[in-house]
């Protein structure tokens, strides 16, 4: 009985992807609209902190990701998307003032399917994680190991502003990626531009 009821809370606990969505539709255009919130609990321990309170932890609820995105065909070949946040909504010290952020704002062309060519804010191909839905997430969140370049190379939340090429094999069963993107800016804006490849996937 014991070993049953496990199995049926390790399958709840299996993350699924967000299934439900708003489409407008006609001939040329589908721009669909979607909406990602989670919302987080958690209780620090820290006994030597002077926050932590008699009680020697922290307790937080807050909205960890609230997402609006819109994206979709827009022309022959053509596609768009566009998400928006408004990270850690609420977490303690409380602050329920928007911190409302541009997640990702790019176009893509599709030549074929072994090249399309995409412009704008985007996820940067360094890794497969780093490509990854924050819905499909196993652990409460993405590893400290994947985000160590935000600041050094002045990412915003993995992304970066540049041109992307990608494209599909072997009936879509291996994916290449490489691009160009900003990277770190001086003053000027006259620091090298950062290459960046994920050669399969």
């Known amino acids: 009985m014991v070993s049953i009821s496990a199995g049926v809370v390790l399958l709840a606990l299996v993350p699924a992807p ?19 919130a989670q919302f987080w609990a958690d ?11 008699p009680q020697g932890y922290q307790q937080n609820f807050y909205l960890r990701r609230a997402r609006l995105m ?9 596609t768009f998307f566009f998400q928006t946040d408004d990270p850690k909504l609420g977490i303690t010290p409380k602050n329920l003032a928007t911190d409302f952020i541009l ?5 893509e062309y599709r030549f074929a399917d072994f090249l399309q060519i995409a412009g704008g804010e985007m996820l940067v191909p360094n890794s497969r994680q780093g490509l990854q ?12 190991v994947s985000t160590v ?33 900003e990277g770190e800016r001086d003053p000027d804006g006259r620091d090298t531009l950062r290459p960046c490849r994920l050669s399969a996937i």
């Open 18 to 36: 967000a299934s439900a969505q708003l489409e407008i539709k006609n001939e040329d255009v589908t721009i669909k609209f979607g909406v990602q």
């Open 103 to 107: 997640q990702d704002a790019f176009v």
């Open 133 to 144: 839905s924050t819905l499909s997430y196993y652990s409460a969140d993405i590893s400290a």
């Open 70 to 78: 819109v994206g979709g065909p827009i022309g022959k070949n053509i």
């Open 149 to 181: 370049a935000n600041a050094s190379l002045q990412q915003s939340a993995l992304r970066d502003m540049g041109f992307q090429a990608r494209g599909y094999f072997f009936d879509d069963r291996l994916q290449y990626r490489g691009g160009i993107f």
């Open 43 to 53: 209780w620090l321990q820290d006994a030597t902190a002077p926050s932590a309170g």
